[in-house]
């Protein structure tokens, strides 16, 4: 069982840094529904499904590694004294190592940050790949570029989006219309529409916007 117990978290071990990897470069949530973004022909959710499960697995098998192997990890807390001390230095380093971390995570401490910041611009960049995939859509080169779908699409109006350059708001409507919903507005909001018609509000920005 202890072999079993250590291939098994080494495995986990590898799986979930391999989709974290993933995560760190994918696109943003809206973006990678707008642009169907899939990897190795997995999508983003499924992605962070196997990273999820394969987290549970880690912790799991983690602690039964830890009561596996209670006795020499209770000797690296041992001093000269055979009495245990959470002041050794390998201790304390291995504390230090991820409060760094940590820390730099929640207070925006460079070179932490910089990991972040650099996870942030390659997720931007899939926006800006988005915007200038649908210019080239359109063979008059005058025409307004289609922009990705902003943050909390679902709660957006058809007045906010005509508002933040994403749409056409009569063309909207008249689409929508088209479509069965006879009763809306700009004031109509994406998500109940989305549901009305059994789709995502992704499907329906890209109806209004195609």
Do not use: C
Request: charged fraction near 20%; glycine fraction near 6%.
């Amino acid at each position: 069982m202890k072999k079993t117990t250590s291939l098994t978290l080494g495995v986990s071990f590898l799986i979930m840094s391999y989709t974290g990897i993933i995560l760190y470069i994918a696109p943003h949530g809206r973006i990678s529904k707008w642009l169907d973004w899939h990897f190795l022909g997995l999508n983003k959710t499924q992605y962070q499904e196997i990273h999820t499960t394969s987290m549970v697995i880690f912790f799991i098998f983690a602690i039964l590694h830890i009561i596996y192997n209670w006795k020499p990890i209770v000797s690296y807390l041992k001093g000269i004294n055979k009495k245990i001390s959470f002041t050794k230095k390998e201790f304390l380093t291995a504390i230090l190592i991820n409060s760094i971390f940590v820390l730099g995570t929640l207070f925006h401490i460079q070179p932490v940050q910089g990991i972040l910041d650099l996870g942030e611009s390659i997720k931007e960049s899939w926006e800006q790949k988005t915007t200038v995939s649908s210019s080239s859509k359109n063979t008059n080169t005058s025409s307004k570029v289609i922009l990705p779908p902003p943050s909390q699409l679902g709660k957006k109006t058809l007045q906010e989006l005509n508002d933040m350059g994403n749409i056409d708001l009569d063309k909207a409507i008249k689409i929508l219309k088209s479509k069965g919903l006879e009763d809306i507005d700009e004031d109509s909001r994406m998500k109940p529409m989305a549901n009305e018609l059994d789709l995502t509000p992704t499907d329906i920005y890209k109806l209004i916007t195609e």
